[in-house]
């Protein structure tokens, strides 16, 4: 089970960027995806990669504001979070597996789990 580790979380102002960096151990997967979890809610998904097809995938509510990025050679997947909102407060987990493409948006889908990082945006 490959082994992850999120950094780059914190306390931003409305608007203000962040950028989430993701460190895998290994590379025995073929997708990675950052998903978040506020107070109350489930987890809920983000944005992936997908190394098969070379394709990031985003969810509708940060569609034009988030950016996934990689270092191939580092293990390191990075989320840019840019023009962030309130409703974005959330602990951002990171995490990898093997998902088919149908199910790349699941929770359920990742074998591999970061320990979170906490982002909290308020004015």
């Known amino acids: 089970q490959v082994q992850l580790v999120e950094s780059g979380g914190g306390l931003v102002q409305p608007g203000d960027s962040l950028r989430l960096t993701c460190v895998a151990s290994?590379?025995?997967?073929?997708?990675m995806g950052w998903f978040r979890q506020a107070p109350g809610k489930e987890r809920e998904f983000v944005a992936a990669?997908?190394?098969?097809?070379?394709?990031?995938y985003y969810a509708d509510s940060v569609a034009g504001r988030f950016a996934i990025s990689k270092d191939n050679a580092k293990n390191t997947l990075y989320l840019q979070m840019n023009s962030l909102k309130p409703e974005d407060t959330a602990v951002y987990y990171c995490?990898?597996?093997?998902?088919?493409?149908?199910?790349?948006?699941?929770?359920?889908?990742?074998?591999?789990w970061g320990q979170g990082t906490q982002v909290t945006v308020s004015s």
């Open positions: 995490s990898a597996g093997r998902p088919i493409l149908s199910a790349l948006r699941l929770p359920s889908a990742y074998t591999s």
């Open positions: 990669f997908n190394w098969k097809n070379n394709h990031a």
């Open positions: 290994d590379r025995t997967y073929n997708a």
